[in-house]
């Protein structure tokens, strides 16, 4: 060994960088995780909501043949509403 204080350096940077990597793959597999239960949450409410336009519409379309007028009043009450410019 050419001297311990390098050694004693280089080996206190290698356990430095050694633990780091340790903890970036941990906050990685946190994140992954985080990531995939997010995207769960987002597709089962896209398909929710797909659901409920899907109802809304046939509600609709009954509505065209039934003519009712409390059904009119509910169907419009949950159109969309355009933001005022």
Known sequence: MKSDTT?????FILAALAIFGVIFALLSINRTREFRQLTNNAA????????AQGLANDTAAFNVTAKSPELARILQSI???NAAH
Do not use: E, I, M, S
């Open 7 to 11: 050694t004693t350096v280089l080996n």
């Open 44 to 51: 089962l409410a896209n398909n929710a909501l797909l659901r």
């Open 79 to 81: 159109q969309p509403k």
